[in-house]
């Protein structure tokens, strides 16, 4: 059992986004799970990182399956005796198509993960991280979230038309808020990494995943004083 280090869990951490999360956070001293749904993937990416020196280790972890999840939960309980931290940031991406042209179905697919997802984890994993002295949960959400930045002509979110991944990390956003208010003690916030290179867009963002990731770290680093249900991004708070 571990008991002296800050222990944390990152989702969908095979790649990219939150393999860099993993990278940063391990990079302070902490045990972290790196979870994945892809074992061959994420076994390849955990023992990399753990070349590099850091303490990580894979946990095979599908969002969208209560088995799955339930199964990562109790692997990690045997493990450590505490959560610090939860990132959740496992996500995907939708086609490209017209509001118009989506169906219900389009959007379920896209939930499973986005929206369901975060919430199964979480709750798999409450029971360890109300053992932690300053639980912290970190939501992986985006720009494209804001109604406020949608409303806006100035803004770039204005004319990305994403009704299935926007409205899903808008719901994402309030399911952290939610969790804020309802967990005394706990410091539970949205973070919009910006816009990094990654297989979900093609690599074709203009933030590099490092600098994507301060966001992710400082939420997920916060000391007893910092904030609760809040959206924030690597320059402050971002507008619901």
Do not use: C
């Not at 790649?15 to 990079?27: C, F, I, P």
């Not at 808020?177 to 093609?202: E, I």
């Amino acid at each position: 059992m571990t008991d002296t280090k800050t222990v944390a869990l990152v989702t969908g951490a095979n790649k990219g986004l939150g393999r860099e999360t993993v990278r940063h956070l391990a990079g302070k001293g902490w045990q972290v799970f790196l979870a994945a749904r892809d074992r061959e993937r994420g076994v390849h990416a955990a023992g990399t990182l753990a070349g590099e020196g850091l303490d990580i280790e894979f946990v095979e972890l599908d969002v969208t399956s209560d088995e799955s999840v339930a199964a990562a939960a109790k692997a990690v309980s045997e493990r450590v005796d505490h959560l610090d931290v939860l990132v959740n940031n496992a996500g995907v991406g939708g086609p490209l198509l017209d509001p118009a042209d989506m169906d219900a179905d389009m959007l379920r697919v896209l939930y499973e993960t986005n929206v369901f997802g975060p919430v199964r984890v979480t709750h798999a994993l409450l029971p360890l991280l109300r053992k932690s002295e300053q639980p912290r949960i970190v939501m992986v959400s985006s720009a494209l979230a804001s109604l406020t930045h949608a409303g806006d002509p100035t803004r770039p979110e204005h004319g990305f038309l994403s009704l299935d991944y926007a409205s899903s990390k808008t719901a994402l956003n309030m399911i952290a808020s939610q969790y804020a208010r309802a967990l005394p003690g706990f410091k539970v916030n949205a973070a919009d990494p910006g816009n990094p290179a990654t297989d979900m867009n093609h690599h074709t963002g203009i933030h590099t995943v490092a600098e994507a990731v301060d966001v992710i770290s400082r939420l997920a680093t916060l000391d007893p004083d910092g904030p609760t249900g809040g959206f924030f991004d690597r320059n402050g708070p971002v507008p619901w």
